[in-house]
C-alpha cells in the first residue's frame, strides 16, 4: 500500500477492527502518514497520529468538530478531540490493537479534506 496518495485513503473505508488485527509497523506507517497532510505528526511511541487545526473563532471550532464528529460516526472509527477556543487537535490510535491501522490514517485523510488549508 505504499504510495497511496490521500485522495486514496480518503475515498477507502473503515473496516471493523479487533485484537485479532495486525497493528502497522515502521515502513507502513512511515508510508501512510507521508500521504496525510504534513501537519499530522506522530507520537515518540509510534501508537497515536494528531493534527492540531486552529481557527479565527470558537464558533468554526466547533463546526469542525461536529463535521469530525460526522466523519467518526460514518467510519464507525472515533478520535480524541481536544478543543479550545481557537483550536482542535485530532489524535487517532484503535484501541482494540494498542496501535496504529489502516483505519487511522482513512480518517486522518477525511479530516484533510474539511479545511481549505489542508
Known amino acids: 500500500m505504499s504510495n497511496e496518495s490521500s485522495n486514496e485513503l480518503a475515498d477507502r473505508r473503515c473496516k471493523p477492527c479487533d485484537g485479532e488485527t495486525d497493528g502497522l509497523q515502521g515502513d507502513q506507517i512511515a508510508a501512510l502518514l507521508g500521504a496525510l497532510h504534513e ?18 473563532a470558537y464558533s468554526r471550532t466547533l463546526g469542525f468538530a461536529n463535521a469530525v464528529a460526522w466523519v467518526a460516526i460514518a467510519e464507525g472509527h ?12 485530532v489524535s487517532y490510535t484503535t484501541h482494540a490493537i494498542n496501535g496504529l491501522s489502516d483505519n487511522d490514517f482513512i480518517c486522518a485523510a477525511k479530516i484533510d479534506r474539511l479545511t481549505p488549508h489542508s
Open 39 to 56: 501537519d499530522w505528526s506522530l507520537s515518540d511511541d509510534s501508537l497515536e497520529i494528531s493534527r492540531k487545526f486552529d481557527f479565527p
Open 78 to 89: 472515533h478520535p480524541v478531540l481536544t478543543i479550545s477556543y481557537g483550536s482542535c487537535r
